[in-house]
């Protein structure tokens, strides 16, 4: 176990493997580690030869944090993940991934430093933009239910609800946060949108989108929308079980050829991305 100290909180975390290209995972919102392992969404689980890092974000699983929600906004949090890679792997490019919020996490630190990035993983896209609005809605009630009721009676109705479709067969598991922190979280999430279309637009890396059927909080459009933007994006769509079961190998396939190449921090060269042709969407 490690430790990242961040300003308001002190994050825990993991650095497993010695050698290969540098990679970080991040959970989503109400999740951990922990609990990414237990619902599947732990996909570098497979990876070698590689120093990957996970950590908890803040007032998540292990880690601490305070009662501001501004701290749990996804900009805020691109700055925890900054300081984290500037921790362990100074000076490098790094494979990053994440999922929901932490795809906004990384989406935010990679348009601010987009040299520090090698290449990008972006697992179950969550609302964003048009579709923020009314999600922003459901974040400020839960704050509210959590502090009226308790965040028992808040996570209890969820232990009966269906899972997607491609997640269907794996363990259900509560909300991995601090109940004392959690109102401040959804507050912050509440405040987080992705980044502006236009600089995401200016990722020129290779970037490869998990994104799985029937799931409000992550829905279709906003994976279709990341793929048109992104020129070197590629859409994977999970609607069974099976093909849920491949997001470990199609990650490892996004990290695979940068194991051979030493990445500098800074990009080999600043020419635009190929324009992306025009193809089927799965």
Known sequence: MAKIHVPGAVLDATLTGTSGPAVVQLHGLASSRTRDHVVGLDTARDLTGVRLLRYDARGHGRSGGRTVPEDYAWDHLATDLLTALDQFFPGEQVYGAGTSMGLGTVLHAAVREPDRFCGLTLQMPPTAWET?????????????????????????????????????????????????????VYRGAALSDLPDKELIAGITVPVTILS?????????????????LIPQAKLNVARTPDDFARWPDLFAAGVEPFKTTAAPKKAASTKAAPTKAPRDRA
């Open 132 to 184: 923020r609005v009314p999600q922003r809605g459901f974040y400020l009630g839960a704050a509210t239910a959590i502090e009226d009721h308790g965040f028992e009676a808040f996570v209890a109705p969820g232990r009966n609800a269906p899972p997607p479709p491609a997640q269907v067969g794996w363990p259900h598991a509560d909300p991995d946060m601090d109940p004392d922190l959690a109102p401040s």
């Open 212 to 228: 799985w059927t029937d799931d409000p909080t992550h829905p279709q459009s906003s994976a279709r929308l990341l793929d048109e």
